[in-house]
Antibody
Framework: QVQLQESGPGLVKPSETLSLTCTVS????????WGWIRQPPGKGLEWIGY???????YYNPSLKSRVTISVDTSKNQFFLNLSSVTAADTAVYYC??????????????WGQGTMVTVAS | QSALTQPPSASGTPGQSVTISCTGT?????????VSWYQQHPGKAPKLMIY???KRPSGVPDRFSGSKSGNTASLTVSGLQAEDEADYYC??????????FGGGTKLTVL
């Protein structure tokens, strides 16, 4: 079973860019969509976006202006950049494998999540 | 793209059946047979329990089942067990390569 592991700073200053990495344990990164989901403390899940084979990206319309997802297939890693962060971006950030090539819709493998706090 | 609507809480005693609803619109739940359900225990990552309305991934007990009618999907947990106590989230494909989640339901086993 493939495993995912998020990594990155746990504290980001307001107005700066949040950058996270998700490392995939096998070589399947070119075969699936890969996504990011976040969960503010005590709140529900929010889809951020996903990427397929470093070519195609799709983002939550509410975050689209600030989000960039990219991939490095040589390192089996994909990345999240979220710019101009505020306290509202404080959350646990999860990376996940996405099932469904034509209609990517199912997050079937998840990382353990990483807490990111936005504060000065 | 608005969040799907779930009841904030649900409960049942061991052995009972509990059903959690997830209401959307014709643009998401009602428009596609692509509803998923996730279980999340405190401090843990979500776990996929049901996908494409009724399908169970390998390893998920058959006590968990899904259904859909119109713009509302449902997750039923039969033969409730203590370990089923968790938060449950629905999600739906919403077209144009987008996904929307529900607000979550806290299931308590009394």
């Amino acid at each position: 079973q493939v495993q995912l592991q998020e990594s990155g700073p746990g504290l980001v200053k307001p107005s700066e860019t949040l950058s996270l990495t998700c490392t995939v344990s096998d070589d399947s990164i070119s075969s699936y969509y890969w996504g990011w989901i976040r969960q503010p403390p005590g709140k529900g899940l929010e889809w951020i976006g996903y990427i397929y084979y470093s070519v195609t990206t799709y983002y939550n319309p509410s975050l689209k202006s600030r989000v960039t997802i990219s991939v490095d297939t040589s390192k089996n890693q994909f990345f999240l950049n979220l710019s101009s962060v505020t306290a509202a971006d404080t959350a646990v950030y999860y990376c996940a494998r996405v099932f469904g090539y034509n209609d990517p819709r199912v997050f079937d493998v998840w990382g353990q999540g990483t807490m990111v706090t936005v504060a000065s | 793209q608005s969040a799907l609507t779930q009841p904030p809480s649900a409960s049942g005693t061991p052995g009972q059946s509990v059903t959690i609803s997830c209401t959307g619109t014709s643009s998401d739940v009602g428009g596609y047979n692509y509803v998923s359900w996730y279980q999340q225990h405190p401090g843990k990552a979500p776990k996929l329990m049901i996908y494409d309305v009724t399908k169970r991934p390998s390893g998920v007990p058959d006590r968990f089942s899904g259904s859909k009618s119109g713009n509302t999907a449902s997750l039923t947990v039969s033969g409730l067990q203590a370990e089923d106590e968790a938060d449950y989230y629905c999600s739906s494909y919403a077209g144009r390569k987008t996904v929307v989640f529900g607000g979550g339901t806290k299931l308590t086993v009394l």
